[in-house]
């Protein structure tokens, strides 16, 4: 992959995962610098900063493997985390009670399967390595 491609992909993932830090960690900063639309909604930006910080994973992980899947899982699970987080800590503002056990329970196997294809990924590599 060339050097272009590679630095935008880094790029890219630098800005999601700031931007997504940012708007999980400190939505209120983050609404009145950037997102300046009314009202303020602090579910909205705790779930944007999750699935930027998916998006930011997902093409950190890109610049390391070339596996399709393991990239998505890589995203998905770190948004998804990132998200269940996000609905235990609002749990009060709203939303259905069972939420953050769904989404909690999503995360752990979108974790459990990113896991067990980083590994087969892993001894794929080293076998390829061997031969």
Same mark, same amino acid.
């Given at each position: ?12 993932a ?7 830090? #940012?708007?999980?960690? #400190?939505p ?65 503002l709203g ?30 590599t ?6």
């Amino acid at each position: 992959m060339s050097r272009f491609v590679n630095a935008v992909v880094a790029l890219g993932a630098l800005f999601f995962l700031a931007g997504g830090a #940012w708007a999980f960690l #400190w939505p209120h900063s983050f609404y009145t610098t950037v997102a300046t639309f009314p009202p303020f909604n602090l579910h909205l930006f705790h779930d944007a900063g999750a699935f930027q910080l998916g998006i930011g994973a997902a093409l950190l992980a890109a610049l390391f493997t070339r596996d399709a899947l393991l990239v998505g899982l890589v995203g998905g699970a770190a948004g998804a985390v990132v998200h269940a987080i996000s609905h235990v800590v609002d749990r009060n503002l709203g939303g259905n009670p069972s939420d953050p056990w769904t989404l909690s329970g999503l995360a752990l196997l979108l974790v459990v399967a990113t896991v067990l294809r980083a590994r087969s990924e892993l001894s794929d590599t080293a076998r390829r390595k061997q031969t």
